[in-house]
């Protein structure tokens, strides 16, 4: 009997060779292979007869190899590999055309399964380009039953074989302990898990394959929940924050000088910012908005109230251009006693020592900055508040840098776009949630027009009739890479051309992320002033930028962005009292990018919108990059297995409010469990 835990080198069948290989699929532990689930399965009730093959029918086919030919066609010098199978009923015969290589892997006497269109040509029953699934090689001991799962698999390691190692592995037997309690095993009707994961790889019947698969996806959300449960509340047990003072004459000052009443949205989420400020636990919460629902405002707020109380804030962006455009809202918001600087990785060294001198000695309340931000030699003289606009790009590991650069300072995170929630109940499922989902009075629905080029001239019709109505327009041209001297050159030809041809009578400014600082401005307050007409831009745009009379919005090459940023692009219209149109060009060639375009279409709610952004994504890359600190869901999938999660979730949580550091002997056994599941990312969870 092996352990989950050995290296899989264990595993009968298994050589150094083999591991290597089956290193590179992610399996490195014994356990790793028992959770190397099938991607499908071939269910032989499904498959036709030879013999009853009606042509022209997609089929599957099972028979055992009998010969395969290779040969050239007469005329074009096409190379074929022939492979004919018999099924007991009659042949039938795979072609392939210039891709002699499967001959390597279909060699007589295998059996194998053939899916695909059925013809017939030269008096034979033939499939062109069939998918196959080997299902058994010659002499091949293992009995594959009714039901045969198909693995995925690399270069040099078949489905088949991995199925062989697994048979070996489950049937020599594993040393596999339940990990989960039983009283939620029961509650929630699950599977014993070995039972679970044999049926998993060699189903009785394809029903249980899916009770077998809900125990596991179960699994992987209970521990990933149950970690967060326990960071959570190992967090709110330390009473070593810091307890603001969240009124005062600052904080009086500030909401007084805002050009505009708070939304109640905004009000009762300040509160409950507040409220968290005022605890000597540290906070840890969301704020998760709609696009232009105001989540700055509510930042600064809480910036104020840190510096009210002798603290400093600091504001983390992920891209320098929002950083700067923070800065300059900030400068904008802030009352003037309040000092701000900001810190990006552009500056230059003089400059940079300066403001770390400034930052060291409590010169500076609040800053602004990028990643530069929790570097090496960046120390406050007494961090308060730490706000990370995450815009999905930090993962939890830049979040605990920054709370390091102070004692238990208190953590906002925002999130530029609205999430959906089964992502803000996993990545951020160890935080408090805010909602801002009211948009300030007198925002205007906003028309949106996915075009193709036959209707360049009429888009451009009504950006002219918009700005004789005295409004004005954004043309925005997407650069892969703001810094490619290419693109830039082409996006000055496009100016140009509208400059010249297309609205010669109207003023056109140019504004992308590579402009210095001053010409930036000085375009922006040339837009700002009503001085320009129409500002071209690349999607330096996208966050920041306010011109409520802007009333078009013009979006090029659509297809290339994705939903989550074409929303917070489109938020930058439908800010002041008149109806505004956004019109998007796109050549959408693949299927995804055209799902994109009609959802961003018909759906104006950003919360609506990231759940189909979800789904049209599927799975995979979900948490990004491996930074997250989040253990990887092979199994379970945040479209489809939601209702799992929340369950999953409920009982987790369940579980830390009776025992809130696992220590009742009955649950030690999960404690294990989570520290594995987490790998690397168990010492964020165990961490301050
Ligand atoms: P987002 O939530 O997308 O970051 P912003 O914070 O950029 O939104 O706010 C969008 C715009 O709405 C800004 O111009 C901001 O000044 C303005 N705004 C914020 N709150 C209010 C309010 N309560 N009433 C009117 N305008 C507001
Ligand atoms: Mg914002």
């Given at each position: 009997m092996l352990n989950p835990d050995e290296n899989v080198r264990y595993v009968k069948g298994v050589g150094p060779r083999l591991a290597e290989k089956l290193g590179k699929l992610g399996v490195v532990t014994v356990s790793d292979l028992i959770y190397y689930i099938p991607r499908r399965y071939l269910d032989r009730s499904n498959v036709i007869r030879i013999s009853d093959i009606k042509v022209g029918e997609e089929v599957t086919v099972v028979g055992e190899v009998k010969a395969a030919k290779k040969s050239i066609t007469p005329r074009q010098h096409r190379k074929v590999l022939n492979v004919d199978i018999f099924d007991g009923s009659g042949y039938l015969s795979g072609v392939w055309f210039n891709q002699l290589y499967h001959a390597d892997r279909l060699t007589v006497g295998t059996e194998v399964a053939f899916s695909g269109k059925a013809v017939f040509n030269y008096g034979r029953l033939q499939i062109i380009n069939p998918s196959y699934d080997i299902l058994r090689e010659k002499e091949d001991p293992v009995h594959t039953g009714r039901i045969v799962p198909i693995y995925p698999a690399v270069a040099g390691l078949s489905s088949n074989m991995i199925r062989r190692l697994i048979k070996n592995l489950i049937d020599s037997g594993v040393k596999v302990k339940?990990?989960?309690p039983q009283d939620v095993i029961k509650k929630n009707d699950l599977m014993a898990i070995l039972p679970a994961v044999r049926q998993m790889h060699?189903?009785?019947?394809?029903?249980?394959t899916s009770k077998a698969r809900r125990r596991l996806v179960f699994d992987e959300f209970f521990f990933l929940e149950l970690g967060l449960a326990l960071r959570k509340n190992r967090l709110e047990q330390t009473n070593k924050g810091i307890s603001h003072k969240t009124e005062g004459g600052l904080v009086k000052q500030f909401l007084d000088g805002l050009p505009f009443k708070l939304t109640d949205s905004q009000r009762k989420v300040l509160s409950e910012i507040a409220e968290d400020m005022r605890k000597s636990a540290p906070m840890h919460r969301l704020l998760l908005g709609e696009?232009?629902?105001?989540?700055t405002v509510v930042a600064v707020a809480a910036l104020v109230m840190t510096v009210q109380s002798g603290y400093q804030g600091a504001i983390m962006a992920p891209t320098e251009v929002l950083a700067e455009q923070h800065a300059l809202r900030l400068k904008e918001l802030l009352p003037s006693t309040i000092r701000s600087v900001l810190l990006t990785g552009g500056q230059t060294s003089t400059e940079k020592r300066g403001i770390r001198e400034d930052i060291k000695n409590g010169d500076v309340d609040v800053v602004i900055g990028t990643h530069a931000l929790i570097q090496?030699?960046?120390?406050?003289?007494?961090?308060g508040l730490a706000v990370v606009d995450e815009q999905h790009r930090f993962g939890v590991r830049q979040r605990i840098s920054l709370r390091e650069k102070g004692r238990m300072p208190d953590i906002l995170v925002m999130t530029a776009t609205p999430i959906p929630r089964t992502l803000a109940l996993t990545l951020y499922g160890d935080m408090d949630v805010s909602i801002l989902d009211e948009l300030p009075a007198g925002r205007q629905e906003i028309e949106t027009i996915v075009a193709d080029q036959k209707h360049r001239d009429d888009a451009y019709d009504l950006i002219r009739q918009q700005i004789r109505m005295g409004r004005q327009a954004y043309v925005v041209c997407p650069l892969?890479?703001?810094?490619?001297k290419i693109q830039i050159k082409a996006a000055s030809v496009e100016v140009e051309r509208l400059r010249t041809k297309v609205f010669p009578d109207f003023k056109v400014g140019l504004l992308h992320g590579q402009m210095k600082r001053e010409e930036k401005d000085a375009v922006m307050r040339g837009f700002r002033g009503g001085i320009l007409d129409i500002l071209i831009a690349t999607t330096v745009i996208e966050v920041g930028i306010d011109v409520p009379n802007v009333t078009v919005m013009l979006i090029e090459d659509a297809e290339r962005f994705g939903l989550s940023q074409l929303h917070q692009l489109r938020g930058?219209?439908?800010?002041?009292e008149h109806k505004s149109f956004c019109i998007l060009f796109a050549d959408p060639v693949t299927e995804d990018a055209e799902e994109r375009m009609k959802a961003i279409e018909k759906i104006s709610d950003g919360f609506q919108l990231a759940e189909e952004d979800l789904k049209i994504r599927g799975e995979g890359q979900l948490f990004g990059p491996r930074q997250s600190g989040m253990p990887d869901l092979r199994i379970a999938s945040l479209v489809r297995d939601m209702k799992i999660l929340i369950t999953a979730r409920d009982q987790a949580f369940d579980i830390i409010r009776k025992d809130p550091v696992l220590s009742r002997p009955e649950n030690t056994l999960m404690v294990d469990e989570v520290k594995k599941r987490f790998a690397e990312g168990a010492e964020w969870l165990f961490s301050g």
């Amino acid at each position: 009997m092996l352990n989950p835990d050995e290296n899989v080198r264990y595993v009968k069948g298994v050589g150094p060779r083999l591991a290597e290989k089956l290193g590179k699929l992610g399996v490195v532990t014994v356990s790793d292979l028992i959770y190397y689930i099938p991607r499908r399965y071939l269910d032989r009730s499904n498959v036709i007869r030879i013999s009853d093959i009606k042509v022209g029918e997609e089929v599957t086919v099972v028979g055992e190899v009998k010969a395969a030919k290779k040969s050239i066609t007469p005329r074009q010098h096409r190379k074929v590999l022939n492979v004919d199978i018999f099924d007991g009923s009659g042949y039938l015969s795979g072609v392939w055309f210039n891709q002699l290589y499967h001959a390597d892997r279909l060699t007589v006497g295998t059996e194998v399964a053939f899916s695909g269109k059925a013809v017939f040509n030269y008096g034979r029953l033939q499939i062109i380009n069939p998918s196959y699934d080997i299902l058994r090689e010659k002499e091949d001991p293992v009995h594959t039953g009714r039901i045969v799962p198909i693995y995925p698999a690399v270069a040099g390691l078949s489905s088949n074989m991995i199925r062989r190692l697994i048979k070996n592995l489950i049937d020599s037997g594993v040393k596999v302990k339940d990990p989960l309690p039983q009283d939620v095993i029961k509650k929630n009707d699950l599977m014993a898990i070995l039972p679970a994961v044999r049926q998993m790889h060699f189903p009785d019947d394809m029903l249980v394959t899916s009770k077998a698969r809900r125990r596991l996806v179960f699994d992987e959300f209970f521990f990933l929940e149950l970690g967060l449960a326990l960071r959570k509340n190992r967090l709110e047990q330390t009473n070593k924050g810091i307890s603001h003072k969240t009124e005062g004459g600052l904080v009086k000052q500030f909401l007084d000088g805002l050009p505009f009443k708070l939304t109640d949205s905004q009000r009762k989420v300040l509160s409950e910012i507040a409220e968290d400020m005022r605890k000597s636990a540290p906070m840890h919460r969301l704020l998760l908005g709609e696009v232009g629902s105001g989540k700055t405002v509510v930042a600064v707020a809480a910036l104020v109230m840190t510096v009210q109380s002798g603290y400093q804030g600091a504001i983390m962006a992920p891209t320098e251009v929002l950083a700067e455009q923070h800065a300059l809202r900030l400068k904008e918001l802030l009352p003037s006693t309040i000092r701000s600087v900001l810190l990006t990785g552009g500056q230059t060294s003089t400059e940079k020592r300066g403001i770390r001198e400034d930052i060291k000695n409590g010169d500076v309340d609040v800053v602004i900055g990028t990643h530069a931000l929790i570097q090496e030699g960046i120390d406050f003289k007494a961090l308060g508040l730490a706000v990370v606009d995450e815009q999905h790009r930090f993962g939890v590991r830049q979040r605990i840098s920054l709370r390091e650069k102070g004692r238990m300072p208190d953590i906002l995170v925002m999130t530029a776009t609205p999430i959906p929630r089964t992502l803000a109940l996993t990545l951020y499922g160890d935080m408090d949630v805010s909602i801002l989902d009211e948009l300030p009075a007198g925002r205007q629905e906003i028309e949106t027009i996915v075009a193709d080029q036959k209707h360049r001239d009429d888009a451009y019709d009504l950006i002219r009739q918009q700005i004789r109505m005295g409004r004005q327009a954004y043309v925005v041209c997407p650069l892969v890479d703001e810094s490619d001297k290419i693109q830039i050159k082409a996006a000055s030809v496009e100016v140009e051309r509208l400059r010249t041809k297309v609205f010669p009578d109207f003023k056109v400014g140019l504004l992308h992320g590579q402009m210095k600082r001053e010409e930036k401005d000085a375009v922006m307050r040339g837009f700002r002033g009503g001085i320009l007409d129409i500002l071209i831009a690349t999607t330096v745009i996208e966050v920041g930028i306010d011109v409520p009379n802007v009333t078009v919005m013009l979006i090029e090459d659509a297809e290339r962005f994705g939903l989550s940023q074409l929303h917070q692009l489109r938020g930058r219209i439908g800010r002041g009292e008149h109806k505004s149109f956004c019109i998007l060009f796109a050549d959408p060639v693949t299927e995804d990018a055209e799902e994109r375009m009609k959802a961003i279409e018909k759906i104006s709610d950003g919360f609506q919108l990231a759940e189909e952004d979800l789904k049209i994504r599927g799975e995979g890359q979900l948490f990004g990059p491996r930074q997250s600190g989040m253990p990887d869901l092979r199994i379970a999938s945040l479209v489809r297995d939601m209702k799992i999660l929340i369950t999953a979730r409920d009982q987790a949580f369940d579980i830390i409010r009776k025992d809130p550091v696992l220590s009742r002997p009955e649950n030690t056994l999960m404690v294990d469990e989570v520290k594995k599941r987490f790998a690397e990312g168990a010492e964020w969870l165990f961490s301050g």
